[in-house]
């Protein structure tokens, strides 16, 4: 049985900075994909970056040059380091663990983020 544990979050003043976890447990192989998403109330959840297991990463336009993500595969865990946090930046943010051959899409349990003053 898979577990996707997130950890990290909560609440910052603008121009803060934020760093999310997430690790996946049990019995996995095969990860491909890890990415973030987020979804602030009232709108749909939006993808914010990912990174491959050879370590290429891509970015939301929103957030390019604010956040890193980040992986240690020998750990099966995933990061993001969040800078220069912005109020629109307030959401929940959810972890995605993609596993290959067969595909399936592992999600962690969400964490908030505030930023406000």
């Known amino acids: 049985q898979v577990q996707v544990v997130q950890s990290g979050g909560g609440l910052v003043q603008p121009g803060g900075s934020l760093r999310l976890s997430c690790a996946a447990s049990?019995?996995?192989?095969?990860?491909?994909?890890m990415g973030w998403y987020r979804q602030a109330p009232g709108n749909q959840r939006e993808w914010v970056a990912s990174?491959?297991?050879?370590?290429?990463?891509d970015y939301a336009d929103s957030v390019k040059g604010r956040f890193t993500i980040s992986r240690d595969n020998a750990k099966n865990t995933v990061f993001l380091q969040m800078n220069s946090l912005k109020p629109q930046d307030t959401a929940v943010y959810y972890c995605?663990?993609?596993?290959?051959?067969?595909?399936?899409?592992?999600w962690g349990q969400g964490t908030q983020v505030t930023v406000s003053s």
């Open positions: 990174i491959t297991s050879g370590g290429t990463t």
């Open positions: 995605k663990i993609v596993r290959g051959g067969p595909r399936f899409d592992y």
């Open positions: 049990g019995s996995i192989s095969n990860i491909n994909l």
